[in-house]
């Protein structure tokens, strides 16, 4: 397997966890396109929108996109790089992606526990399961669109990483 995987869906789905998880089981190197993007400008995703509003950040996110992909990497992307159409097309010509799925609610209760409001910036000024159920309305055709894989993640970390490689071996 000489892959680049790519892993899709809202905050707080578990792109990063998940992401770390199955780079080490793979021997794969992982990237973390928001913390990439810390890394690179010294500015949080709060920051950047601040200075140069959602444009300004969607258009640095699609760079980080290109910049980071490579075979043997596990990619979790930021949970609005679906937006543009381009990323959706690149992730699926450059790789494998997998939309991490789960219930507004559990990503309401997970965001809850771990705010982290400078790599979470509220995207609509609505209470935590109001932009949740928004967001994911409007984002879940484009997951769908972007994923050759959709995961529940409303499970076992355990179970959700077996499902993944799983998932890897057979293609």
Not at 33 to 60: H, M, N, P, S
Not at 84 to 101: E, I, P, T
Request: some cysteine; glycine content about 6%.
């Amino acid at each position: 397997m000489n892959k680049t995987i790519f892993l899709v869906g809202a905050r707080a789905a578990g792109k990063t966890t998940l992401g770390k998880m199955l780079a080490n089981k793979l021997s794969y190197s992982f990237v973390d396109t928001d913390c990439y993007l810390l890394e690179t400008t010294q500015k949080t995703v709060a920051e950047i929108v601040e200075k140069e509003g959602w444009d300004g950040f969607r258009a640095r996110e699609s760079q980080v996109l290109v910049d980071t992909t490579k075979p043997n990497h596990v990619i979790a992307t930021g949970g609005g790089m679906v937006l543009a159409q381009q990323n959706r097309n690149f992730m699926k010509q450059h790789g494998m992606v997998f939309f991490l799925s789960a219930p507004a609610a559990i990503l309401a209760a997970r965001l809850m526990k771990d705010p982290n409001v400078a790599q979470r910036p509220s995207l609509t000024g609505l209470s935590i399961i109001d932009e949740m159920e928004k967001v994911l309305t409007e984002r879940l055709p484009l997951y769908h669109d972007a994923a050759h894989h959709i995961i529940n993640v409303n499970q076992d970390e355990n179970l959700v990483l077996n499902q993944l490689i799983e998932l890897l071996s057979n293609n």
